[in-house]
Nanobody, 131 residues
């Protein structure tokens, strides 16, 4: 089993930045994909950014493309999400996730932004952006 713990959330003004971290621990299990999801009040959970741990390919939601960056440090077993140019619409609880399901487009393998593709979840960290 994999345990995930997020940190780095907080309250910032529009245009500001934050960096979220997700530390993985526990029994080692094969994980092909890791990602960040977010959920705002009265809205469904949505995929924000994902990374294929084996190949490094990434996926970003259109709403965050060019502003957020996902990365990983395999030696530290830590996943990161750099959030720049934050907008009030980014306010949500952000969750770290891990899973085995990998998608492909031709010869390219990548991790999708669908919640059902992931098996392990962290407790979440709150990001609040004020105008």
């Amino acid at each position: 089993q994999v345990q995930l713990v997020e940190s780095g959330g907080g309250s910032v003004q529009a245009g500001g930045s934050l960096r979220l971290s997700c530390a993985a621990s526990g029994y080692t299990v094969s994980v092909n994909c890791m990602g960040w999801f977010r959920q705002a009040p009265e809205k469904d959970r949505e995929g924000v950014a994902t990374i294929y741990t084996g190949g490094g390919s990434t996926y970003y939601a259109d709403s965050v493309k060019g502003r957020f960056t996902i990365s990983q440090d395999n030696t530290k077993r830590t996943l990161y999400l750099q959030l720049n140019s934050l907008k009030p619409e980014d306010t949500a609880m952000y969750y770290c996730a891990a899973g085995r399901v990998v998608r492909r487009n031709g010869s390219n393998w990548y991790c999708g932004g669908t919640s059902d593709d992931y098996d392990y979840w962290g407790q979440g960290t709150q990001v609040t952006v004020s105008s």
